[in-house]
């Protein structure tokens, strides 16, 4: 992923390139969401589409939990970013946790990013990226910002060792990483910089989002 913002920034980022150009764009990626005690609870799907020489994010989150057919836990979140080169240009999100409704904007204000969402309005720098692990970035950035609240998230980020990864009934190599501070889960990218698994601990559970396809 971190070639494929590479990419966007030098075939865009001059003002003499066309405004058509569009560099090649991931295939869509959907992942499976699992709770070590409900087993599979949901999807989370990443579709990726190139509009004017913007790269274009959408992701659509779904899942349930059920005890004894009753539900007892649901939330679906859908996500629009839209990116040039690799600036963070626009974010919009609307999360329904149990009912309860969340939204947040980004939006590429100059020098800065100005988020609004539960936390208020907040002023952030340029370089910042939300804290949904699709963007190989979030490895690189020591300020992310909650796609829930809109709240800032100082984290630590080191390296854990490679793995093998199963995708699709194909076992493929990934770099894990740790993450620590305002944030804490493991996440784990292939050779491209593909995502291909996260975990982390959610109300005394563990929930592992692990690529299908």
Known sequence: MRMLLASLALAIGAAAAPAAACPEVPPAAEYAI???????????????ACEDGRLIVETLIEGEVRVLMIPIFKRTARYREVWQG?????????VVDNGEVYEVTARAAGERTVI???????????TIVSNHPWN???????????TQRGRLQRVQVRPAGAALIEVGGRALRAQKYVVT????????????????????????????LTRAR
């Open 136 to 146: 190989h970035a979030v490895v690189d950035r020591r300020l992310l910002f909650d």
């Open 181 to 208: 501070g305002d944030l804490e889960r493991e996440l784990w990218y292939g050779e491209d910089g593909a995502w291909l698994q996260s975990r982390l601990d959610y109300q005394g559970a563990t929930i592992t």
């Open 34 to 48: 699992h709770h070590d005690t409900h087993g599979e609870i949901g999807r989370h799907a990443i579709t990726f």
């Open 86 to 94: 690799d600036r963070l240009l626009a974010f919009d999100s609307r």
């Open 116 to 126: 609004d969402g539960r936390r208020g309005h907040i002023e952030a720098p340029a």
